[in-house]
């Protein structure tokens, strides 16, 4: 019910062609949600991603995408975007692709800011080598049919998603086939999910969300 508000900062707004462009990505393909003009003004939704949820403001080379009141559907990674031109594009359902294309900003929303998950240990240390597990718990009812996101967030670089789990006893899905020899993940029914870093490396040191 609370109002999120994600910032986006075009440097170089004079090679954007016309609009800039919110997409919303779950566990499934980016949807585009809505477009706005450059010079200002409210922006264009797409319904049928629902769209109408969203509004787009700006102040100065700052565009912000607002969602006056936040819901649990609300949850996902977030994109701004601005074509650069648009020649050799093609549309593939609610998904742009395209060469000339600029992303400006990744954000994530985490829920409602009653977040219903929980992560006990602050902090975690593991000698090189070993496997590093982090828990999270899930607090009320639905956690059956929750998927759970596990994210990364490395200091001076943006967060990441690494994966997501859905059914209880499942496998997860990896945004980036590399992970999969070194994060583990389960789902199981004591409302919990953990998060397994096979052969910890100091590269591995972050700070880790579910």
């Known amino acids: 019910g609370k109002t999120a ?3 986006c900062k075009i440097s170089n707004v004079g090679s954007c062609q016309n609009y800039i462009h919110w997409y919303q990505k779950k566990g499934e393909a980016s949807k585009r ?3 706005v003009s450059l010079s200002g003004g409210d922006g264009v939704s797409d319904t049928n991603h629902g769209g109408a949820d969203f509004q787009a403001r700006q102040n100065g080379n700052e565009r912000y995408l607002q969602i006056p009141k936040v819901k649990d559907s609300h949850s996902a990674m977030y994109y701004c975007a601005c074509w650069v031109s648009h020649s050799d594009t093609e549309a593939i359902g609610s998904w742009y692709k395209s060469l000339n294309m600029n992303l400006c900003v990744t ?3 985490k829920a409602l800011y009653q977040f219903p998950v929980k992560q006990d240990k602050a902090t975690l240390t593991k000698g090189s080598g070993k ?10 009812s ?3 049919s ?3 996101h596990w994210y990364q967030k490395k200091e ?7 994966l997501y789990i859905q059914s209880v006893g499942g496998t997860p899905t990896y945004d980036n086939v590399n992970d999969k020899e070194v994060f583990k993940a389960s789902k199981n029914s004591n409302s919990e999910s953990e998060l397994m870093i096979v052969g910890a490396q100091s590269s591995h040191s972050a700070t880790y969300y579910c």
Do not use: S
Not at 131 to 140: N, P, Q
């Open 107 to 109: 954000a994530v929303i």
């Open 33 to 35: 949600i809505l477009y």
């Open 5 to 7: 508000r994600i910032n």
């Open 142 to 144: 639905g956690f059956d």
């Open 156 to 162: 001076n670089e943006a967060m990441r998603r690494i």
């Open 131 to 140: 496997t590093a597990r982090i828990a999270c718990k899930y607090k009320g």
């Open 146 to 148: 929750a998927i759970i």
